[in-house]
């Protein structure tokens, strides 16, 4: 079983900055990619950044500039710097790993984590 748990949403205000964390345990082999989508009412759930273990990152070109991706391969932890936040980017912030488990590699999400970006 793997659990991916995520820190660090809450109120802002526009122009401001939060960061949010996500942390992966459990019986993991490896960790292949981790990311974050956002799903924002009656919207889909969109991709915001993903980083790969070689470091590689693809970021959505909402928040290119304005969003860092980062990973601790030790630590199995994604975090998500965000800066300059705009109101649009009030959403639930959902943590997503690609996780080897042993015979595969799944995909393993989080429960979410509310942003809300007063303007």
């Known amino acids: 079983q793997v659990q991916l748990v995520e820190s660090g949403g809450g109120l802002i205000q526009a122009g401001g900055s939060l960061s949010l964390s996500c942390t992966a345990s459990?019986?993991?082999?490896?960790?292949?990619?981790m990311g974050w989508y956002r799903q924002a009412p009656g919207k889909q759930r969109e991709l915001v950044a993903r980083?790969?273990?070689?470091?590689?990152?693809k970021y959505a070109d909402s928040v290119k500039g304005r969003f860092t991706i980062s990973m601790d391969n030790v630590k199995n932890t994604v975090s998500l710097q965000m800066n300059s936040l705009k109101p649009e980017d009030t959403a639930v912030y959902y943590c997503?790993?690609?996780?080897?488990?042993?015979?595969?590699?799944?995909?393993?999400w989080g429960q979410g984590t509310q942003v809300t970006v007063s303007s």
């Open positions: 997503n790993g690609l996780v080897g488990i042993g015979i595969s590699d799944l995909y393993y």
């Open positions: 459990g019986r993991i082999f490896s960790i292949n990619a």
């Open positions: 980083i790969t273990s070689g470091g590689s990152t």
